[in-house]
């Protein structure tokens, strides 16, 4: 038995994993799929002060609380920096990384620098109201989709659990000072359909930290996999396990 920590992106919150989540579980695995601070139903505890580092503190913290070891850790989106910044606090508990068409950051990196887009959303919310919140896709240019998911039903479905976030999730930089951490494998999953115009994914190294060849594998569908594409997510995910 493996198990699998899920950690939803930006705007998102644990429920995106639903149709991941009996799949894994149905092969026997272990999965947790948390609500980060600030999103869906921890929507109250959105402030100026909620960022990065307090993601990261969760994703820590539910590992110690739960006591998991030779975790499968799965970040999507937004969330390659938060899993990134987890691995480097408790690398001898993490036995993969999954970077699921996520940001995958180098040491003392904030979002705006692995993707420059981001920089627009930091300046929507400086410039806003309330100078600090970024609600779904803001400062973007309009799609014809939301986070590549095109069913109207599932469209209704993503909206509903759709919440802002503060600007200090981007801004604050990513801590990968932990040698242990590189000794991590690492899986690359790239979503490559509905590719919205002006978002640049970095190469992936031939040759990842560890030492080990590149791991990278596609899934010919839009952001949102775990909405539009459950059961082939979940069937990579189990090859990990």
Not at 72 to 84: D, M, N, P, Q, R
Not at 110 to 122: C, E, G, L
Not at 159 to 181: E, G, I
Request: proline content about 8%.
């Amino acid at each position: 038995m493996s198990t699998y920590l899920l950690v939803h992106g930006a705007w998102h919150s644990g429920q995106c994993w639903e149709r991941v989540v009996p799949l894994l579980t149905a092969a026997g695995h272990r999965v947790l799929a948390p609500t980060l601070t600030g999103y869906g139903d921890t929507a109250h505890l959105l402030g100026p002060e909620v960022g990065l580092d307090t993601h990261v503190d969760d994703i820590v913290g539910l590992i110690a609380e739960e006591d998991l070891t030779d975790v499968v850790l799965v970040g999507h989106s937004y969330a390659g920096l938060v899993i990134s910044s987890a691995a480097n606090q408790v690398p001898e508990r993490i036995g993969q990384l999954v970077y699921l068409d996520a940001m995958v950051p180098e040491d003392g990196e904030s979002a705006a620098d692995v993707m420059p887009f981001a920089q627009a959303m930091i300046d929507h919310a400086l410039t806003s109201e309330s100078g600090w919140r970024i609600p779904p896709l803001a400062g973007m240019e309009p799609s014809s989709d939301l986070f590549g998911v095109t069913e109207p039903a599932d469209v209704a479905w993503l909206r509903s659990m759709l919440s802002d976030q503060s600007v200090r999730c981007l801004q604050q930089p990513v801590r990968l000072d932990n040698p242990a951490v590189n000794a991590i494998p690492r899986t690359h999953i790239h979503c490559v359909a509905n590719v919205p115009e002006g978002i640049t994914r970095r190469p992936v190294p031939a040759i990842q930290p560890n030492g080990s060849p590149a791991q990278v594998w596609e899934l010919e569908t839009g952001h949102d996999c775990m909405v539009t594409m459950p059961a082939e997510l979940s069937e990579l995910l189990l090859k990990l396990g």
